[in-house]
């Protein structure tokens, strides 16, 4: 993979998190401070643009500066945490001019590992770490399991990913959540979706159509 299929991750998430805005600010309204849709659409909307002025040379240096604008225009939770996981994914792809799916698979190990550094939450937290969690495994099994994938079985891989992520948002609404605002309601918690368990399926999913567009 070249920058470009990069690129169209972010333009498929700014375009898929607009269009979800209203979704993410309900399901926050429900356990949180009803801001999730804003955040993400201010942090995404700056990411898009950051990289559509910057132009970035490398796969690598174009998440770092996803993740530094995230940081820099997301305040709360969401903010840090998806700006850590595109930094720390951007930071293992290094310099190279492409990747290859291991590699992709790598560096969005090395993202979750950055959220969980950050946040120190684990699966069952009900947290977006239970859509990211089963994704990124499912996608480096499948890179682990084969030399390289062809593009087709990136894109089944990620298709696949993006299942798994949905499962995670989906297996949150029964959890009690353990970390950020959502753990102050305590029992009250239980049978609402987690808003950033939401978000991070939808961008998974962003992936899985960037590569496939
Ligand atoms: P805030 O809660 O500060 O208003 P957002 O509403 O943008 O921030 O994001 C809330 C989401 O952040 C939650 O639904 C949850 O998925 C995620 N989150 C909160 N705290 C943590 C944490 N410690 N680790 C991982 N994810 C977390
Ligand atoms: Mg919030
Ligand atoms: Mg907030």
Known sequence: MDIEPFRLWIEEIAGSVRAEKDMLTRL?????????????????DAALQAVRDRAPATPGALLTLVGTTLI????????????????????ALGEAPA????????????????????????????TMVDALT???ETLARAARDRDDLTGRELAEAL??????A??????????????????????????????GATSAALIVSALHRAVTR
């Open 28 to 44: 926050d309204a429900a356990i949180g401070d009803a801001d999730h849709g804003a955040n993400l659409e201010r942090g995404f």
């Open 134 to 136: 089963p994704a990124v």
């Open 166 to 195: 949905g499962k995670g948002a989906e297996a949150t609404i029964p959890m009690q959540a353990r970390k950020g605002r959502a753990s102050y309601l305590g029992p009250r918690s239980i049978g609402h979706r987690d808003p």
């Open 99 to 126: 990747v290859s799916a291991a590699d992709l698979a790598g560096a969005l190990e090395a993202g979750l590992a950055g959220v969980v550094k950050l946040g120190s939450a684990a699966e069952g937290d009900k």
């Open 159 to 164: 298709r696949a990913a993006a299942e798994a």
């Open 72 to 91: 820099r225009k997301v305040g709360g939770a969401s903010g840090p945490l998806y700006g850590t996981a595109f930094r720390e994914a951007g930071r």
